[in-house]
T-cell receptor, first 113, second 113 residues
């Protein structure tokens, strides 16, 4: 089946630093999504990307949908302690009667104040 | 607040015991999902229900059963719990054809001893 390779697995950074993580796939997706999971909570949608090459920002977060439709990256600028959590990429294809959101294994972000 | 509600939040079971995890959504979504989350494994799909009256297996269905009770509710049952089922379980829902991915509940942390 389809799989997403998300990297890095974990990051331990200083407050104020920029963060970059990415996802790659062997197959194409119509939509890329980025979720954040706070400790003890469920994942919450951060950014959705619908078009190859699209670059979208949400505050300090910027994400891009790769031109090949097989990859996406998420950048966080000027990290703050509340950025701590696990970030998941997810690929979505339309159609069919089944659940077709494929998740990466997550990037765990720790921020030192 | 609208969203996905899971109960209970925490549960400890003895090996061989049974239990049902409850999930309800009030967003009038068609599709509902059960995932388990284990360290380093990301989110793995157990079962899903594309619409009321239908259920299908996901990636890791063994040891579980589900019931789509009505449009709002989708329950997950462990008939004979095993230590390998110690995990955090998330329920999610979406409207079929949605471009926005899934809305997740806050999870049930299950420990089987």
């Amino acid at each position: 089946g389809q799989q997403l390779n998300q990297s890095p697995q974990s990051m331990f950074i200083q407050e104020g630093e920029d963060v970059s993580m990415n996802c790659t796939s062997s197959s194409i997706f119509n939509t890329w999504l980025w979720y954040k999971q706070d400790p003890g909570e469920g994942p919450v949608l951060l950014i959705a990307l619908y078009k190859a090459g699209e670059l979208t920002s949400n505050g300090r977060l910027t994400a891009q949908f790769g031109i090949t439709r097989k990859d996406s990256f998420l950048n966080i600028s000027a990290s703050i302690p509340s950025d701590v959590g696990i970030y998941f990429c997810a690929g979505l294809n339309y159609g069919g009667s089944q659940g077709n959101l494929i998740f990466g294994k997550g990037t765990k972000l720790s921020v030192k104040p | 607040n609208a969203g996905v509600t899971q109960t209970p939040k925490f549960q400890v079971l003895k090996t061989g015991q049974s239990m049902t995890l409850q999930c309800a959504q009030d967003m009038n979504h068609n599709s509902m999902y059960w995932y388990r989350q284990d360290p380093g494994m990301g989110l793995r799909l157990i079962y899903y229900s594309a619409s009321e009256g239908t259920t299908d297996k996901g990636e890791v269905p063994n040891g579980y059963n589900v019931s789509r009770l009505n449009k709002r509710e989708f329950s997950l049952r462990l008939e004979s719990a095993a230590p390998s089922q110690t995990s955090v379980y998330f329920c999610a829902s979406t409207q079929a054809g949605s471009l926005y991915g899934y809305t997740f509940g806050s999870g049930t942390r299950l420990t089987v001893v």
